[in-house]
């Protein structure tokens, strides 16, 4: 398969392929021309690294997941505590955006929203200028 086939049948963009090949995630063979010439395997691992990064692990993640994936010896406590530092992780950045979005939401609810030039939008986000 050549690359437009395979981000068809993959759902990934060919940019985001070749980024792949350029970082060692995939190792695809080449054809005497040149091309990349893509196969099933390829196209698997281009589908479970497109799922990796959909559930937000970073490339080095995916490189971890992969080596996992294909290592039979491996235990699934190993893969498991992989996956629970990634969700810790994100439970810090929804965290993070809870209190983003209170404070938005509070400064949204603070502003008249009329015609007098007076904003605690603005007045909130100049004052973090102050203390910068």
């Known amino acids: ?32 021309n040149g091309y990349r010439a893509c196969d099933d395997s ?36 190993d893969v498991k505590q992989l996956a629970e530092d ?5 439970d810090v950045r929804l965290a993070e955006l809870r209190q983003m979005r209170d404070t938005l939401a509070h400064l949204v609810h603070a502003c008249h929203g009329d015609d007098r030039p007076d904003c605690p939008i603005l007045s909130d986000l100049s004052d973090g200028l102050a203390r910068a």
Request: aromatic residues 8%.
């Open 1 to 32: 398969m050549n690359i437009s086939d395979v981000a068809k049948a993959s759902g990934l963009p060919a940019k985001t392929i070749r980024y792949y090949e350029d970082i060692g995630l995939i190792q695809p063979k080449r054809s005497s």
């Open 86 to 90: 990634h969700l810790a992780r994100i």
């Open 42 to 77: 390829d196209l698997h691992r281009l589908a479970f690294i497109g799922r990796a990064r959909g559930l937000g692990f970073s490339i080095e993640d995916c490189r971890e997941l992969m080596a996992f994936y294909a290592d039979r010896d491996r235990a699934s406590a």
